[in-house]
């Protein structure tokens, strides 16, 4: 025998016919070309015997199996998806989650991408330092002068003036 236990699991779950009622060791015997029953020495019979029961137990630890009785066994619904997808291999292959899905896949560059973007603005400014610095320091001295002519003028007094254009009355006019 050649074969690991997982295989011989694997291979059972692509040759199982019927779902609801099967035995290992029929389906080993009869389909497997590792498992010659009819030339096979006392020893041989026993091993394949053992090794049919380590693929029942191994297919009942994975929950492919359920045990209706002694030696018949009935797939459950994730054995029945192994057998679809081909055997025990293919169903653990299949199962694996991969780490990004399709959406994150397409973002993550642009997200990068951004990022360093950012990352590169913010070391280096589109105005240089010293062109901040020198703008800062016009800015000040223009606050400064502005500050030093609006307490230099005074408030303009607002002074009556004498105005002629009123109508006075009757009584004050004088003669002239």
Known sequence: MNKTTIEYLDFVLSKITDISNFIVWN???TESTDFDFDNATEDDKHLMLDE?????????????FIKISHAEFRLTDKGIKAKELGGHL??????????????QKIYLPFFILFGLLGIYKVFQPTVPVSDFHKLKTDFDTLNSRF??????????????????????????????
């Open 147 to 176: 500050d030093s002519i609006v307490k230099s003028t005074s408030k303009p007094t607002l002074e009556l003036l004498n105005d002629t254009s009123q109508t006075k009355n009757f009584r004050d006019l004088k003669n002239d």
């Open 52 to 64: 049919s029961r380590k693929v029942a137990d191994l297919g009942i630890t994975y929950g492919y």
């Open 27 to 29: 389906i080993l015997k």
């Open 90 to 103: 293919k169903y653990q292959k299949s199962a694996k989650k991969t780490p990004l899905n399709t959406y």
